[in-house]
T-cell receptor, first 112, second 114 residues
Framework: NAGVTQTPKFQVLKTGQSMTLQCAQDMNHEYMSWYRQDPGMGLRLIHYSVGAGITDQGEVPNGYNVSRSTTEDFPLRLLSAAPSQTSVYFC???????????FGNGTRLTVT | GNSVTQMEGPVTLSEEAFLTINCTYTATGYPSLFWYVQYPGEGLQLLLKATKADDKGSNKGFEATYRKETTSFHLEKGSVQVSDSAVYFCALAYSGGGADGLTFGKGTHLIIQP
C-alpha cells in the first residue's frame, strides 16, 4: 500500500535549471494538489487538480507548471529555478468530498 | 479571505503534562476544521476534524471542539508522551476540502521531554 509517492526526496539545482518533481498515488483519488512548506509560513497551495485533464492555480503558482494526464500522476515542473523556490514540496491526494488529504513524504529542494 | 492563526512555538513540555495548542480562524460561513500532525521527515497526517459548531473531534487521546462563538479549535491532550513530539497544523476548508485545498496555520512545533 504505497499511498502517495514523491521523487526525488532531495534535489539541489542551480539558478535557471529546470526539473520535474514527481508525484504518484495508487488510491485512485481524483483530487491531487501541490503545497510548499517554508519556515514560519506553514503550507501554501501551488496548484491542484480535480481530475485527469483538469488543473487550477492555488495561492502561489508563479514559476510552476502542472499537468494531469492520468489519475495517478501529478508532476510539478519548475521551468527556471530561482533561490526563492528553495523549499520542501508536498504532494497530496484525496477522494472527492473528503477533507482527509493523504500526503507524500516530501521533496526537499535547494536552489543555489 | 480565510486565515488560521496558531500559537507560536516551539512548545516544550515534560512527559505526562497537559497540552493545549491554541487555534483561531477567520472565515465566512461554516468551514470544516482540522488538525494535522507532521512527524520528523514525513508528510502531514490528518489527526482529527470537526465539521460543524460544537462538534468534538478526537483521536489518539487528542481532542478539539469547534467553537463558533469564539472561532476557535484548540487542540488538547491530557497526558503527552515523547512520541507526540511533532509539528501540529490547524486548518480549515469548505465543501470537502480536497478540491481547492485547505488553509493551514503556520504550525506549532511540540517538543516533549522525558
Amino acid at each position: 500500500n504505497a499511498g502517495v509517492t514523491q521523487t526525488p526526496k532531495f534535489q539541489v539545482l542551480k539558478t535557471g535549471q529546470s526539473m520535474t518533481l514527481q508525484c504518484a498515488q495508487d488510491m485512485n483519488h481524483e483530487y491531487m494538489s501541490w503545497y510548499r512548506q517554508d519556515p514560519g509560513m506553514g503550507l501554501r497551495l501551488i496548484h491542484y487538480s480535480v481530475g485527469a485533464g483538469i488543473t487550477d492555480q492555488g495561492e502561489v503558482p508563479n514559476g510552476y507548471n502542472v499537468s494531469r494526464s492520468t489519475t495517478e500522476d501529478f508532476p510539478l515542473r519548475l521551468l527556471s529555478a530561482a533561490p526563492s523556490q528553495t523549499s520542501v514540496y508536498f504532494c497530496a491526494s484525496s477522494p472527492p468530498g473528503s477533507e482527509a488529504l493523504h500526503f507524500g513524504n516530501g521533496t526537499r529542494l535547494t536552489v543555489t | 479571505g480565510n486565515s488560521v492563526t496558531q500559537m507560536e512555538g516551539p512548545v516544550t513540555l515534560s512527559e505526562e503534562a497537559f497540552l493545549t495548542i491554541n487555534c483561531t480562524y477567520t472565515a465566512t460561513g461554516y468551514p470544516s476544521l482540522f488538525w494535522y500532525v507532521q512527524y520528523p521527515g514525513e508528510g502531514l497526517q490528518l489527526l482529527l476534524k470537526a465539521t460543524k459548531a460544537d462538534d468534538k473531534g478526537s483521536n489518539k487521546g487528542f481532542e478539539a471542539t469547534y467553537r463558533k462563538e469564539t472561532t476557535s479549535f484548540h487542540l488538547e491532550k491530557g497526558s503527552v508522551q515523547v512520541s507526540d513530539s511533532a509539528v501540529y497544523f490547524c486548518a480549515l476548508a469548505y465543501s470537502g476540502g480536497g478540491a481547492d485545498g485547505l488553509t493551514f496555520g503556520k504550525g506549532t512545533h511540540l517538543i516533549i521531554q522525558p
